[in-house]
């Protein structure tokens, strides 16, 4: 890897810390970029989960700094998506590289359509649902959103902030805070699955992982100081762009 690799990835990586951070779909620029740097899909899928695993380690750390932290919920829908990201993950090293290409490439349109026509509201903190059957569902729910994010992570932050404020009603902050928990939990099963398929490349992945670090860091920060208005924002203009994208590469 030359010294122009290197530093786009570590760029690839900064943009997707923020973006994952803050509302989710980072992995929808950092995996075509590491297969475009030549990565077989299975691995590249299998390194930037070092990535996504290190990014979350400094967004949790972020939102804990400033006092957002919803606890013990966290950790049962963490270790029910953990459960089923051991089954995805396994799907993913199980399938081939053109089928993986077309089913991301499906999961990029869908990610942007379902945010242009279905957007994240922004719920009144004074209506949160924490029951025990609203818990219960969404310990479920995070099973099946594990299988996602193990299978293939890009856009699973559009999953998990949806099913938050739908299930409980909670402002995006919280959610967000929630988020990088759940992803960091369920990310240790799926890492440890491509680490034993041999589906990694550590010096690509750990290059990632210094910019998604970086921009976890700066997210879970700013997102806090911010609020839900300029979350919501930055999901539009994030979806506008992948939109874009999308439309010159067809």
Known sequence: MDFLQMAILVLAGLAAGFINTVAGGGSLLTLPVLIFMGLPPA??????????FLQNIMGVAGFKSKGIFVFPYSLWVGISALLGAILGAHFSVQIRGELFN??????????????????????????????????????ITFFFIGIYGGFIQAGVGFLIMGA??????????????????????????????????????????????VGNMTGAWIASRWSVRKGDKWIRWFMILMVTAMAIKLWISS
């Open 43 to 52: 691995v590249a899928n299998g390194s930037n989960r070092i990535a996504i």
């Open 102 to 139: 077309q089913i991301l490439a499906v999961i990029m349109v869908a990610v942007v359509l379902i945010t242009i026509f279905n957007p994240i509201k922004n719920p009144n903190a004074s209506i949160e649902r924490w029951s025990t059957k609203h818990q219960w569902i969404g310990i």
């Open 164 to 209: 938050l404020t739908f299930i409980h009603k909670i402002s995006l902050v919280k959610a967000n805070s929630i988020k990088v928990f759940v992803v960091l939990t369920y990310t240790i099963s799926a890492l440890a699955v491509f680490i034993i398929e041999g589906s990694i490349n550590w010096l690509y992945g750990l290059t990632l992982a």
